[in-house]
């Protein structure tokens, strides 16, 4: 038997490949198939199930066209409905794989339809549960994230802690679990970096495991919850609803474009996302265009900030790195990518066209800045990271609701804005120059960089 936990960081989300006898099973699998078939075929085994424990938010999952193209069943719990094919599973069915089974609970809390699925191994003993987003390590799963539903969170979250004292806490402690996400993720709040633990590890260490009663449980629960990011009604409905082949949006979103043919989509409404670093991206750019640089976690601020497109998407790119970013872009469900500047940003350059540039300072030019004049100084992390420690004088400006939180601003002002280490920085400063905002600067480094000048007053809430 063997039971493999494929992990991508950047969108903090673990994929679980089980094998037995030449038959194999998997657990919320990613949108692209290909790093799944190839394992199967490195093994020689069939794929025979795919199960998803829930409707999956943050990320669309790779059910559809991995079925399609092995044959795979699509296995959901129960209530789980879809316009496709799958097999709704019903509470304590089993499934035999190989040598073992795997064994649907019900464990709704999260979503109505989520579920653990347990395996036993050639004996029938538990081995390991695949928790979904019911438990994590470290945490359990916000309650509000059910697709189209008006029951309450608070609501949610009893049924949570029944799934999780009726189902999972009276197996051994031995027992595995596996969660489908880690620390980064929007689907908690206080996830460990660790990615799986034993029951009998988390009973002692999980704040949502103690020994308290269920009016306490739903209060810890709901206690400090962000607004959940706006894009994931969206990726739901499409994890329920369907969406296009993986193959169609890779062939239409790694077309070559010129740049006159460029210049005229843009003009027409095109979204140009470079994904240069940020700052490569500083010194010169496409008037208009957005950054988010490949290196960080990128899938979720692209979902972040690009969600409210419905037009077509441009990628600006070195030409090597156009097809991972299309499929990157496909797995947090953006299908409207139209093609690439071929030759990338310097063929735009070499073509005599309009270029912008943003301002990025370091943190001891911020100092001395700071020292002559009041500056407006935004932190564009999330609340949580602010809370832990802050410049005095900063404003928290999350970058998360950055659209939504325009208001605040006001044009024709200059805002220093900055972030942990300088990545979402420049992305928000694009965003901001994009929509008018000229004077917006970055601070290389972010808040790190500033900490350590010791320049700055810190404040801790």
């Known amino acids: 038997m063997i039971v493999e936990q494929m992990y991508t960081k950047s969108l903090a ?33 069939t794929i025979k199930y795919i199960f998803e424990t829930h409707f999956h938010a943050d990320f669309v999952s790779g059910h559809l066209d991995l079925s399609r193209k092995c044959g795979a069943k699509i296995v959901f719990g129960p209530t789980a409905k879809t316009t496709y094919h799958m097999h709704e599973g019903v509470d304590g069915e089993y499934f035999t794989l190989g040598t073992i089974k795997i064994k649907l609970l019900h464990t709704p809390g999260h ?15 538990p081995r390991s549960i695949f928790t979904g987003d019911t438990l994590f390590i470290g945490d359990v799963g916000r309650p509000d994230l059910a697709v189209k539903s008006n029951v309450t969170k608070e609501d949610r979250a009893g049924t949570l802690y029944d799934s999780i004292h009726a189902k999972i806490l009276p197996l051994d402690n031995n027992v595995i679990v596996y969660p489908a996400h880690g620390a980064g993720s929007a689907c908690g709040k206080k996830m460990s970096k660790e990615t799986f633990s034993t029951l009998g590890e988390q009973k002692k260490s999980n704040y949502a495991l103690q020994d308290i009663k269920r009016d306490d449980f739903i209060k810890q629960v709901i206690k400090g919850i962000l607004p959940p990011p706006l894009y994931f009604p969206k990726i739901a409905e499409l994890n329920r609803s369907g969406y296009k082949g993986i193959d169609e949006v890779t062939t239409k979103g790694t077309r070559p474009l010129s740049v006159d043919e460029i210049e005229k989509e843009h003009e027409a409404g095109a979204f140009l996302l470079d994904t240069r670093a940020p700052q490569t991206f500083n010194k010169e750019f496409i008037p208009g265009s957005i950054n988010l640089g490949l290196g960080g976690a990128f899938e979720m601020w692209a979902a972040v900030i690009i969600s409210h497109i419905e037009s077509k998407i441009i990628i600006i790119s070195d030409d090597d790195r156009v097809e991972p970013t299309v499929a990157r ?15 990338g940003f310097e063929a735009w350059r070499d073509a005599g066209k309009k270029i912008e540039s943003i301002e990025s300072i370091s943190a001891e030019e911020l100092a001395l800045r700071m020292e002559s004049s009041s500056i407006n100084l935004l932190d564009i992390r999330k609340p949580p990271e602010f809370e832990t420690g802050h410049v005095d004088s900063a404003k928290n400006f999350p970058l998360d609701y950055i659209y939504k939180d325009l208001d605040k601003l006001k ?25 008018g905002y000229e004077d917006a600067i970055d601070i290389d480094g972010g ?10 007053e810190i404040k801790i809430d």
Do not use: W
């Not at 299908?335 to 071929?342: E, P, T």
């Not at 808040?447 to 700055?456: D, E, L, P, Q, Y």
């Open 111 to 125: 979503t109505p339809e989520s579920s653990s699925f347990l395996l036993l191994d050639e004996n029938g003993g």
């Open 447 to 456: 808040f790190a960089s500033m900490a350590r000048t010791g320049k700055f």
């Open 411 to 435: 044009p024709g002002e200059t805002y220093y804005i900055h972030c942990q280490g300088g990545y979402r920085s420049m992305a928000a400063c694009s965003v901001l120059k994009s929509l």
């Open 13 to 45: 989300a673990a994929t679980y490949y089980i094998e037995s006898d030449g038959e194999a099973a998997l657990i919320d699998p990613l949108r692209e198939p290909g790093v799944y078939l190839n394992r199967a075929k490195k093994s020689g085994a």
């Open 329 to 343: 872009l496909a797995a947090v469900g953006f299908q409207n990518v139209i093609g690439y500047l071929k030759g």
